[in-house]
T-cell receptor, first 112, second 113 residues
Framework: SQTIHQWPATLVQPVGSPLSLECTVE??????LYWYRQAAGRGLQLLFY??????ISSEVPQNLSASRPQDRQFILSSKKLLLSDSGFYLC???????????FGPGTRLTVT | GDSVTQMEGPVTLSEEAFLTINCTYT??????LFWYVQYPGEGLQLLLKATKADDKGSNKGFEATYRKETTSFHLEKGSVQVSDSAVYFCALRAPDSNYQLIWGAGTKLIIKP
């Protein structure tokens, strides 16, 4: 069966510091991968998606970036965090048909 | 463009009450429709889905029927429990899309004992 991992689970970072969140998927090959952000009490905002290694599409212009160095690894990064980057970050995967998406446990990021 | 509209929350019910959370959509053709649930502090879990008109998705006592004529996919449960307290998201995948889900804003459900 497939599983998706995210770490860290929680993170408190000062404004201006760098960020690296990691997501890995097990039990499947060539998944589509997604990064979402969920602000407190709000819905989901798609940040990035990837259909293959090195292929990243950005949905929202911001100071975040994503990379996919391996087939089942997806990384969300920032060089300098802003207060507005605080939120709950969710990684998800789907099959290549993009049918339904399966989510990781999320990372709670607080920028102070 | 495609969109999903959910009823605003929070929805507060007593245990064993009947639940309906409304979801309507705008899309061309025949989208696939989904309900996801998010328990506090966790990621989203797929609750149920329907891929064509008149399909009924069901799981854990929850049901939703894909109604093309009313462009709706309302979530129902006959008798809710405290453990059903969560945020529920309705979503669609357009037939010409292979990656993106269009999400509703989510509806928070609170069940009181």
């Amino acid at each position: 069966s497939q599983t998706i991992h995210q770490w860290p689970a929680t993170l408190v970072q000062p404004v201006g510091s760098p960020l690296s969140l990691e997501c890995t998927v097990e039990g499947t090959s060539n998944p589509n991968l997604y990064w979402y952000r969920q602000a407190a009490g709000r819905g989901l905002q798609l940040l990035f998606y990837s259909v293959g290694i090195g292929q990243i599409s950005s949905e929202v212009p911001q100071n975040l970036s994503a990379s996919r160095p391996q087939d089942r690894q997806f990384i969300l990064s920032s060089k300098k965090l802003l207060l507005s980057d605080s939120g709950f970050y969710l990684c998800a995967w789907s099959g290549t048909s993009g049918y339904e998406q399966y989510f990781g446990p999320g990372t709670r990021l607080t920028v102070t | 463009g495609d969109s999903v509209t959910q009823m605003e929350g929070p929805v507060t019910l007593s245990e064993e009450a009947f639940l309906t959370i409304n979801c309507t959509y705008t899309a061309t053709g025949y989208p696939s429709l989904f309900w996801y649930v998010q328990y506090p502090g966790e990621g989203l879990q797929l609750l149920l889905k329907a891929t064509k008109a008149d399909d009924k998705g069901s799981n854990k006592g929850f049901e939703a029927t894909y109604r093309k004529e009313t462009t709706s996919f309302h979530l129902e449960k006959g008798s809710v429990q405290v453990s059903d307290s969560a945020v529920y998201f309705c979503a669609l995948r357009a037939p010409d899309s292979n990656y993106q889900l269009i999400w509703g804003a989510g509806t928070k459900l609170i069940i009181k004992p």
